[in-house]
């Protein structure tokens, strides 16, 4: 296991509204700002979007099983941050629901926001981390400073 501690920084609310790529919009604001490590939680609405639901067979390095959604599905999800090769890294996780269906997964790609999508970002102070390609899985993932045992 491998860990880093730090302190709660700043905390932004965020507006994102109707046809705004919300994936775009939160990477822009998230550099904009400095932020190079923290959570964002959100909720609202999307036109359209593309998921990764899970690996299409379970093996490592796994193959993404992708699936689109149209036509206006509410959201709910929560995102980490850490730094990455060039900008800030976000991995983003959404809940998505429409009438008697929901998906979750990562959400990635494009998010086309429908009416409003609201966040709160949490910044991260202390945090020794990057979020790096692990070569044995082909996944991104986060890198600590610490391990316990």
Known sequence: MQYSEGKVGRVFTVRID?????????????TSMGIQCGTIQFLGAVRSARLV???????I??????EEILGGWEVLGFATIYPGDE?????????????????TGCLRDRA??????????????????????????GVNLPLFDRTLQ
């Open 18 to 30: 109707d046809g705004k790529d919300f994936l775009q919009e939160i990477q822009q604001f998230v």
């Open 61 to 66: 390095p796994p193959s993404p099983h992708r």
């Open 112 to 137: 086309e926001v429908y009416l409003v999508i609201e966040a709160i970002i949490t910044e991260f102070i202390g945090i020794t981390a990057k979020r790096i390609l692990d070569e044995k899985t």
């Open 53 to 59: 639901t899970g690996p299409k067979e379970p093996v």
């Open 87 to 103: 900008a800030p890294s976000i991995h983003l996780h959404t809940a998505a629901g429409r009438g008697m269906h929901s998906l």
